[in-house]
């Protein structure tokens, strides 16, 4: 099995929701021209000392699965297509 190349890896839709000092990640990626895939996390954070701190996604909130809901109907419209078409236009 090959390892991972992160030159392959590429990311079709990012939307960041944001709560104060966190927010969570959500992203649709596609590897290597493959199926694209919903990613959810890494949530981030701003650490006692003022530098950015990353965490799973984990449990959400219902603000959160809300946001996510809006998002849902870009998202799979974005899902629906064809990779060659997203990356090229």
């Known amino acids: 099995m090959a390892s991972f190349d992160r030159s392959k890896d590429v990311c079709v839709f990012e939307k960041k929701i944001e709560s104060g000092d966190k927010s969570l990640n959500i992203c649709v990626m596609s590897y290597n021209g493959g199926e694209m895939k919903l990613q959810i996390g890494p949530r981030t ?3 006692r000392d003022g530098s950015t701190g990353f965490a799973k996604a984990g449990r ?3 603000e959160e699965v809300r946001k996510i809901g809006e998002l849902m109907p ?3 419209g974005i899902m629906g297509e064809s990779i060659s078409t ?3 236009g």
């Open 60 to 62: 959400m909130t219902l």
């Open 45 to 47: 954070y701003v650490k």
């Open 86 to 88: 997203v990356v090229n």
């Open 74 to 76: 870009e998202i799979q």
